[in-house]
């Protein structure tokens, strides 16, 4: 039994690096595109649009903090932007999330990208019955994507355009000491897994990529996670490139790294093994 388990997996590992090595991405393709990146200011985010930058794409940007937006944009024109722009905006003011997407299409003439990436802070601890913060996390987690996807599906729909939604394992994979993260990031899978059927049932030029991401070694996660978990975390650099080469390809889903795949395999197959994994990944003595 051992043995079949290894052969499956190793032959799932081929065959995601066969995917992987064939998703014929053209870097040129992003030369000029218009991209709207959330949650732009530190972390994954900013990371994508220095990619974005590089390529040569046309950004605009936002999050709260206006100071920490304006040094990524300058930071995005020196490195090739061909035009960049910010916003400040908090995503859980609903009258922000329109003004959001009604900006980038006027100062890029359109979106072919929104990667919706942003996420309101939460406590990494057990689940203290805190109703009001899970309901806060949801507006910004949640809903706010899908106001924004909607606001933004006219035109990526005329420019044959990309929604990127940044999701994480904890969406298809439940974690403890995360309760409402983990129920905002089941949220966007079910939403925008919903929402490409509907696309592709209309014949929409929009393509849908969902990108389940592992630990990744962002300042916030890494001083939240700090002494709670045992996990390898992997570079926010190195995620942003893999999540815009997803939407570039019109993939419909990223893991990153890819064993998240193996992950979500496992937690089906042989679930008490999951679980206890799982659970033994954390530090927790009640
Ligand atoms: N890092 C990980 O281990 C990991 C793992 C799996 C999935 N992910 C996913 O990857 C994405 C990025 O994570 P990250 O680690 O890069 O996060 P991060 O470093 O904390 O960055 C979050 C971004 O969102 C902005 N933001 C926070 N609250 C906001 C609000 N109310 N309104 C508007 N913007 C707001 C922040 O800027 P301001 O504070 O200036 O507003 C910042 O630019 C998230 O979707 C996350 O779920 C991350």
């Keep these: 039994m051992e043995a079949f388990i290894k052969i499956i ?22 030369r000029g595109a218009k991209v709207l990146v959330t949650g732009s200011s530190k972390g994954i985010g900013e990371q994508m649009a220095y990619h974005y930058a590089r390529f040569g794409a046309k950004i605009v940007i936002t999050a709260r903090s206006k100071d920490t937006l304006q040094k990524v944009v300058e930071k995005c024109l020196s490195l090739g932007a061909q035009e960049a722009f910010y916003i400040a905006a908090d995503m859980s003011n609903e009258s922000d999330l329109d003004r959001v997407v009604d900006f980038a299409l006027k100062k890029l003439g359109g979106l072919d990208y929104l990667v919706l990436n942003h996420i309101g802070s939460t406590r990494v601890a057990m689940w203290d019955g805190d109703v009001e913060h899970a309901k806060w996390l949801m507006k910004i987690n949640f809903f706010s994507y899908i106001q924004m996807a909607w606001k933004a599906l006219p035109s990526l729909e005329k420019n044959k355009g990309s929604l990127v939604i940044v999701s994480s394992l904890a969406g298809k994979m439940p974690s403890p000491l995360t309760a409402p993260y983990v129920s905002t990031k089941s949220a966007l899978n079910g ?22 991401l592992g630990l990744i070694d962002t300042e916030t996660a890494m001083s939240k996670v700090k002494g709670k978990v045992n996990m390898p975390a992997y570079p926010a650099t190195e995620a942003a490139l893999n999540i ?8 419909p889903e990223l893991f990153y790294p890819w064993f998240t795949y193996i992950w979500t395999l496992t937690k089906d197959w042989i679930p008490s093994f999951t679980d206890y994994v799982v659970q033994r990944s954390y530090n927790y003595n009640p």
């Design 244 to 251: 815009i080469i997803t939407g570039a390809t019109r993939q």
């Design 191 to 212: 939403f925008f897994g919903s929402l490409r059927h509907e696309l592709a049932m209309k014949k929409s030029n929009v393509s849908i990529s969902v990108c389940t």
């Design 9 to 30: 997996l190793s032959c799932i590992f081929v065959a995601f690096l066969a995917i992987r090595w064939t998703n014929n991405f053209d870097a040129e393709s992003l």
